[in-house]
């Protein structure tokens, strides 16, 4: 799963600086969820998070039970409108590298 939106991504990192427990806390619950992997991603004017999980009905319902916790984080990293999020399939193209840790 990816999800993209216009955002501020030195405004997310110092999110955790200025909240310490919030996104380390919804993290946890994300893979108590299912979640198997997670990552931010910045670029000028652009945050991406990079998911994966077991299915999109596994993301969809840990994200709705979330939303709470999460838009305060989304609006205080200047993120604008809804959120791009893309499913994808993995592709066995047997050339797999990382996601170890």
């Known amino acids: 799963m990816s999800l ?7 405004a997310l990192e110092r999110y955790p600086a200025e909240h310490p427990d919030e996104i380390k806390n919804i993290s946890q619950r994300g893979q108590q969820a299912g979640a ?3 990552r ?3 670029a000028e004017g652009q945050i991406m998070v990079v998911d ?4 999109p009905a596994s993301f969809q319902q840990f994200f709705e039970s979330e939303r709470a916790n999460i838009e305060p984080i989304m609006a ?13 399939r993995k592709l066995e193209t047997g050339d797999e590298i990382g996601w170890a840790d």
Request: charged content about 15%; aromatic content about 16%.
């Open 36 to 38: 198997i992997a997670h």
């Open 4 to 10: 993209r939106a216009a955002g501020d991504p030195a």
């Open 76 to 88: 205080a990293s200047g993120m604008t409108g809804a959120p791009e999020v893309t499913f994808w």
């Open 40 to 42: 931010f991603y910045g």
């Open 52 to 55: 994966e999980w077991p299915d």
